[in-house]
């Protein structure tokens, strides 16, 4: 078979997929994951004006949640590396390093809070 000929019915069989989808998942295939951080802040957390969280609240919350089983359990070095980026995509809210606990100042997030009642996972809207 020439490269052409090769070529040619790849092109015809992408076509085909795109038409008719499969019903079964391709060997190899994996659902594309959520992002467990992105999954938080959307599931777990609130904008709320006049609220701050530090970056060990919200980890130590996170671990909580993990814990159950509902999120994959994360380092605290990986969580707090997307937590920036999550933070400023879904609350549009940036790490702060003036957030007072106690006499301490301590980094984390203003404008941002803890909900009372999680959003149901079903009706999340993940634009990832």
């Known amino acids: 078979m020439t490269k052409y000929e090769h070529d040619l019915i790849r092109q015809t069989l992408n076509i085909l997929h795109r038409l008719v989808p499969c019903d079964e998942p391709h060997a190899g295939y994996s659902e594309p994951r959520r992002d467990p951080v992105v999954v938080f802040a959307k599931h777990y957390l609130q904008r709320s004006p006049a609220s701050d969280l530090s970056t060990a609240e919200l980890y130590q919350f996170y671990r909580e949640i993990a814990a159950t089983g509902e999120l994959e359990p994360l380092a605290e070095a990986q969580f707090l ?48």
């Open 81 to 128: 590396r997307k937590l920036t980026g999550v933070m400023a995509a879904v609350f549009d809210a940036r790490k702060s390093h003036a957030i007072r606990r106690g006499d301490k100042t301590v980094r984390g997030f203003r404008g941002v809070s803890i909900r009372e009642q999680a959003v149901p996972v079903e009706h999340l809207v993940l634009d990832e």
